[in-house]
Nanobody, 128 residues
Framework: QVQLVESGGGLVQAGGSLRLSCAAS????????MGWFRQAPAKEREVVAA????????YYTDSVKGRFTISRINAKNTLYLKMNSLKLEETAVYYC?????????????????????WGQGTQVTVSS
């Protein structure tokens, strides 16, 4: 099973930017479709963005389209989430997740139960 460690979270003013990273170990990331999720206090975990193993297909939840970018560098075993124009309501713990997949599978996945492995999360706090 792949181990995932998120980093890059922190405190940012509304309208600011952050780039989250998710470093994988134990397995090569090219075997996995990946996703970013977030969970705000007293709310359910929700998908933010997802990407196929090759990076060829991506998904964004409507509220982040045009502001967030998910990307991956398989050779570095790292997943990224660039977040621009952050909003107060996007304060949450952000998690990366991995789903083992076949070479022929070019899909992304958006369900919590679609994923096999999770990181411990990184806190993003957006202030006014």
């Amino acid at each position: 099973q792949v181990q995932l460690v998120e980093s890059g979270g922190g405190l940012v003013q509304a309208g600011g930017s952050l780039r989250l990273s998710c470093a994988a170990s134990g397995r090569t990331l090219s075997n996995y479709a990946m996703g970013w999720f977030r969970q705000a206090p007293a709310k359910e975990r929700e998908v933010v963005a997802a990407i196929s193993w090759s990076g060829g297909t991506t998904y964004y939840t409507d509220s982040v389209k045009g502001r967030f970018t998910i990307s991956r560098i398989n050779a570095k075993n790292t997943l990224y989430l660039k977040m621009n124009s952050l909003k107060l309501e996007e304060t949450a713990v952000y998690y990366c997740a991995a789903r083992i997949t076949q070479y022929s599978d070019r899909n992304y996945y958006t369900g919590i139960n679609d994923y096999d492995s999770w990181g411990q999360g990184t806190q993003v706090t957006v202030s006014s």
